[in-house]
């Protein structure tokens, strides 16, 4: 158990909905990192947030968003869901704000999203 | 640019002999690599990682990997394989001033009884 928790474990909704996923961080852990998980793409970051801030962006798109809260937990919002964005979204953390390149990121047991 | 290549999509091994799975990479100065290994509806356990030093790296349930510079790869091994370690194991690179992990494809490990 790596100490970061994700809920929900499943997500089953219909095109053109929204939904929200929530990420607690390891004690102690001021980064939040999302990461999509799909057969085609493989493992792709997607945003990175450290003690509140937005610090880097990676392939996420348009209709998708993310904010960390004071007590530093965070969600991942996709809106206009597509059949493409079925998927394994996983959340990390890491200690700073990852200028410490050498830091181990934990992750979570992540949320199957399946758009119908 | 930050990328892994991870050339083989399956690695089968005989339970008890030597698990080798293959990674490649490709960054901009000093790498700084990771093994995870990912079982079934799990998330991703973190197994090792290189940064400096010593270019044989000691992880987690007797794994270890071998940072070889002049070959830009970081393979990881294990002497003698067990049934339980059958997963799916990832490659992943981070480059000096770059926040986020870039990952490979991933490898899916069967140990044959």
């Known amino acids: 158990d790596s100490g970061v928790t994700q809920t929900p474990k499943h997500l089953i909704t219909a095109t053109g909905q929204r939904v929200t996923l929530r990420c607690s961080p390891r004690s102690g852990d001021l980064s939040v990192y999302w990461y999509q998980q799909s057969l085609d793409q493989g493992l792709q970051f997607l945003i990175q947030y450290y003690n509140g801030e937005e610090r880097a962006k990676g392939n996420i798109l348009e209709r998708f968003s993310a904010q960390q809260f004071p007590d530093l937990h965070s969600e991942l919002n996709l809106s206009s869901l597509e059949l493409g964005d079925s998927a394994l979204y996983f959340c990390a953390s890491s200690r700073s704000q990852g200028t410490g390149f050498w830091e181990t990121q934990y992750f979570g047991p992540g949320t199957r999203l399946l758009v119908l | 640019a930050q990328s892994v290549a991870q050339p083989e999509d399956q690695v089968n091994v005989a339970e008890g002999n030597p698990l080798t799975v293959k990674c490649t990479y490709s960054v901009s100065g000093n790498p700084y690599l990771f093994w995870y290994v990912q079982y079934p509806n799990r998330g991703l356990q973190f197994l090792l990682k290189?940064?400096?030093?010593?270019?044989l790296v000691k992880g987690s349930y007797g794994f270890e990997a071998e940072f070889n510079k002049s070959q830009t790869s970081f393979h990881l091994k294990k002497p003698s394989a067990l049934v339980s370690d059958s997963a799916l194991y990832f490659c992943a690179v981070r480059g000096y001033g770059n926040n986020r992990l870039a990952f490979g494809k991933g490898n899916q490990v069967v140990v044959i009884p």
């Open positions: 290189y940064i400096t030093g010593d270019n």
